[in-house]
């Protein structure tokens, strides 16, 4: 398919190899910027599609889709599909931690290509959202995927999630079957209490199955459209 132009929201869902639901999913995250005609309708750029593969570590109609890319032993996802469905079903279950604390936003970083990248988040802005998956990983997080332990932060002494954030924060790493999948974090405005924490693990817990459940569903996914495309007749 020729990427000189703008591509509608279907022409980007079959180029980057995603659902209609999952590529909206991974706009609303702040993961994607599509462009506007003046009627109204979704336009994406190529290169924004390109840019948006790269810290994927996907593909696209440059790339043969399916094709994995070398990533470490705990990334829950290898390819940008894979890496875009989980993000997807993640994104709506990130708002339950912050509602049982009362907390001021929470957010999931995920391992991908061995690194921990921001995938999803509540009570966080779009704007932020953006610079939050451009950046790196922030020390709480970093500190939290390397120990596997809690790691209790000053929000405003760390600048994150943005450097007017007050009171206190915690990140606590997706206990994966080889190593962390990845980091959940909370802000509130006031102390975290022990008790709170434990909450926190607990739905980090529970966070890093449903994590490791759609990787594997969109590894299956990936195969079956696969196999699909090496069974069609030429």
Known sequence: MAVGHRLTVSEASRALGLSRTTLLAAEEAGLLRPQRTPGGHRRYDPDELRRYAGRTGGDGPWEEAGSATP????????????????????????????????????????????TPRFAAAFGVPRWLAERLTADPAPAPVTRALTTARPSLFDPAEEGFPEPRATGQGVAVALPGETGPLGVLFVVTRRDLLAGEVRVVEAFGEVLALLVQDRGRIAALEGRLARIAALSAPS
Do not use: F, N, Q
Not at 78 to 83: F, L, M, N
Not at 93 to 107: H, M
């Open 71 to 114: 990533g470490g032993a705990t990334d829950p996802g290898t390819t940008g599909a894979e890496w875009a469905a989980i993000v997807a079903a993640v994104r709506p279950a990130v708002r339950a931690p912050a509602g049982a604390l009362d907390a001021d936003s929470a957010g999931l970083y995920l391992r991908h290509a061995g």
